[in-house]
């Protein structure tokens, strides 16, 4: 890079999840876990929002890892798994109220707006949350620590990827 | 992308059809559709779901975490809870804040909505009339949209969209966790410094909103076949409208009365926030623990139009009906020639609410305008300190999709004992149902499923702005449509998703 370095940081780690709904805020718990290791070096945020916030806060990045929940309902809770962006882009919504990813980096896209050129993408399948709940289930819990240890292999190369 | 699964057969021929628009199945808005023996729609229902577990969640909290709480359990909406939230703190311990910091929260207030309006008309109901009703179905997305609105354009919309909120967020604290709201007040003040720069986006949201009536009127209004479609029998209910509305019955988004008006226009209640209770009741269906709010003076008579069914609707087109006018010049003017356009008031023709979502920017953004030229604005006093003990608290703003109430009550330590949410879909989802089922009726006969189902359902329940007022959105992130045949006994006979 011969550009004169940016005091922003350039990749980021963005938890999505509400942590008033049970497993659903499994991302945020995790982000907050993370955060003290990470803080110096990658800009930690989370939403509760998805949709098309989603522009705002992977705009001006160069890499992102977005952590979330997953409701699949093809792995049992807990189960860890990274996606990629092809996972997503063959299907835009139809329905762009509840704007995914692929409608998102479309959108992006399309205009021009600058999007991370990787962005990586681990989620952790959760019970479907039922009603307002702090705190995570047993799955989840016990999944945690290797959630947190995944991503923070995948935060490391970023950091310094000549160790890799 | 769709596929046709088959799950489960049986000989039943009386069936249920689900329609689950979400990832997420619980919590989540929900279509069901029950089918005759005949295999002809008897009745579909649009499903609110219900925030499961909020009271107790509530119960012995300090009520100032409110504003706070109800912000992060609606991923849609934010700004309308923290703001209803943060009045309802205002009822509950007596105060009226200073006008400085009411310009402050009606500032933020019509930022929020310009900025989700315009979210709604060129991203979410774009696919409907932007690209059209009949565009092949690879169209009807987001993509769709800034294609046939042109790149410029979508580059204008994200643009101001990113302003407002940087507005919203430098006032507010972050859009989606704002923290401006106190009891009695607002956190921040506005410097004088801070007014040009607000001046200028003032003046920049006004000339994008009158941009978006211009966009509005050469893709939808020049387009016969469109403006027919507004207008037909299919899509239109004869129903109550409900709004906010100010001294001078003119649409207030942040406050004033509630007025509820009649098929015909006709003025039927009136009444402060404090007295939902008597005007609005709740009928929960048999087959389901859904609730439909309906007017208690009028009684629940089933899923049927007129004056006689306590039906009514909300959204933007039931605060054009329901108010006497705009609270601003330009906003008028586009709100005469809707009504002009549309055969007079009251207009029930639920997909003028794009149209009178367009008429509600002019006056969010000529209100932004009206505050940021207000020496008022920068007042010092932000806050009227509570003295009293707090009692029964209720706050209600328009949220974009329609009346939000919030009810608390406290202990006098001001510990929550009792807490009620009414969300504007839920306010509308009568109304939603009679639209479903119309369209359903349309498409399902002889228990044959048309798949083009799916599109105009959407289309009947999207012009309402539908918030399912949960903030779960996890992977893949986006809202598969699922439709369920069922049959009496809820077996699964078959699936079709996309």
Known sequence: MTDIPSRKPQALLLALGNPLMGDDGVAPLAARALRRRYREDIDIDESPVAGFALLDLLSGYNRALIIDASATGNAPPGTIREFTREDFTADVSASPHYAGLPDVLALGGRLGVPLPGEIRILGMEIEPPEALREGLGPAAAGSLPEFLRRAGEILDTWIDPSSK | ?498
């Open chain 2, 1 to 498: 992308m769709e596929s046709v699964t088959q799950e489960a057969h049986t000989g039943t021929v009386a069936r249920r059809v689900t329609i689950d628009p979400i990832t997420r199945l619980e919590g989540h808005g929900k279509i069901d559709i029950f089918l005759d023996a005949g295999g002809e729609v008897e009745r579909a229902y649009y499903q609110i779901p219900e925030l499961r577990g909020f009271e107790v969640f509530c119960l012995g909290r300090p009520a100032e975490e409110m504003p706070q709480i109800t912000s992060r359990i609606c991923g849609v909406c934010p700004t309308a809870h923290h703001m209803a939230a943060t009045k309802a703190l205002d009822d509950l311990y007596h105060v009226d804040p200073p006008p400085t910091a009411k310009k402050i929260r009606e500032l933020i207030y019509n930022a929020f909505m310009l900025e989700d309006h315009a979210l709604h008309v060129y991203i979410l109901g774009g696919p409907d009339f932007i690209v059209g009703p009949d565009a092949p179905k690879a169209l009807r997305n987001v993509v769709g949209v800034i294609d046939k609105v042109g790149i410029d354009t979508g580059k204008k919309v994200i643009a101001m969209r990113k302003r407002l909120r940087e507005l919203i967020a430098h006032l507010g604290g972050k859009v989606i966790h704002p923290v401006f709201g106190l009891p009695g007040g607002v956190a921040k003040g506005v410097t004088q410094d801070e007014i040009p720069a607000l001046r200028q986006l003032a003046d920049d949201a006004l000339e994008f909103a009158r941009f978006t009536l211009g966009v509005f009127k050469t893709i939808v209004l020049a387009n016969e076949k469109y403006v027919s479609l507004i207008t037909s029998e299919d899509f239109t209910h004869r129903t109550y409208s409900m709004g906010l509305v100010d001294a001078k019955n003119r649409v207030n988004f942040y406050d004033g009365m509630v007025r509820v008006t009649d098929p015909s226009g006709k003025e039927f209640a009136k009444f402060a926030p404090a007295k939902y209770l008597d005007v609005i009741a709740e009928h929960v269906e048999p087959w389901s623990y859904v609730k439909f709010c309906y007017l208690k003076q009028v009684g629940w008579k089933g899923f049927v139009d007129g004056a006689e069914s306590g039906i009514y609707s909300v959204a933007p087109l039931a605060r054009l009906n329901t108010s006497d006018g705009m609270a601003t010049p330009e906003a008028q003017k586009a709100y005469e020639e809707l009504v002009a356009t549309l055969g007079g008031k009251p207009v029930h023709h639920t997909l003028a609410n794009h149209w009178a979502r367009v008429v509600e920017m002019i006056q969010a953004a000529e209100k932004l305008r009206e505050i940021a030229n207000d020496p008022l604005l920068t007042g010092k006093e932000i806050r009227t300190l509570p003295t009293e003990k707090p009692t029964v608290g209720v706050g209600i703003v328009e949220a974009p999709r329609g009346t939000l109430i919030h009810h608390y009550e406290t202990d006098e330590r001001g510990l929550i004992t009792k807490a009620n949410l009414i969300v504007a879909t839920q306010n509308n989802a009568g109304r939603i149902s009679m639209s479903v089922d119309k369209a359903a009726k349309g498409l399902i006969h002889g228990g044959v499923v048309n798949d083009g189902l799916l599109n105009k359902i959407e289309m009947a329940f999207r012009a309402y702005d539908p918030c399912n007022a949960c903030a779960t959105h996890s992977l893949p992130g986006q809202m598969p449509l699922t439709l369920r045949l069922r049959n009496v006994s809820g077996e699964v006979l078959r699936v079709i998703r996309r």
